[in-house]
């Protein structure tokens, strides 16, 4: 069992950055693939990052390429989605999620482990 949870969600003008952080507790955090997901308004969950075990390899949704970036510090037991350059579009809720596997997912259903999430809104 794993125990996520996230912070660092707010309200951010267009153009902004933020960084989200997901701190896990439980099983050794080096065991889990990390992923970030976000649910906007009537819409659905969808991919956004992840980062395999040792923070070597990382995976993104075009929409975010170049704009956000996913890390993780193993010895810290967190992992983070750093937000540049945010748009109106990025507004949802933002989910950190942890998966029993060693290879990258894009996909909730490959994922184990959800935290509650967290609010990020972009204004104009």
């Known amino acids: 069992q794993v125990r996520l949870i996230e912070s660092g969600g707010g309200l951010v003008q267009a153009g902004g950055s933020l960084r989200l952080s997901c701190a896990a507790s439980?099983?050794?955090?080096?065991?889990?693939?990390m992923g970030w997901f976000r649910q906007a308004p009537g819409k659905g969950r969808e991919f956004v990052a992840t980062i395999s075990r040792s923070g070597g390899s990382t995976d993104y949704i075009d929409s975010v390429k170049g704009r956000f970036t996913i890390s993780r510090d193993n010895t810290k037991n967190t992992v983070y989605l750093q937000m540049n350059s945010l748009k109106l579009e990025d507004t949802a809720v933002y989910y950190c999620?942890?998966?029993?596997?060693?290879?990258?997912?894009?996909?909730?259903?490959?994922?184990?482990?959800w935290g509650q999430g967290t609010q990020v809104t972009v204004s104009s």
């Open positions: 999620a942890a998966r029993q596997h060693f290879a990258l997912a894009t996909r909730e259903w490959e994922y184990n482990y």
């Open positions: 439980g099983r050794p955090f080096s065991f889990y693939v």
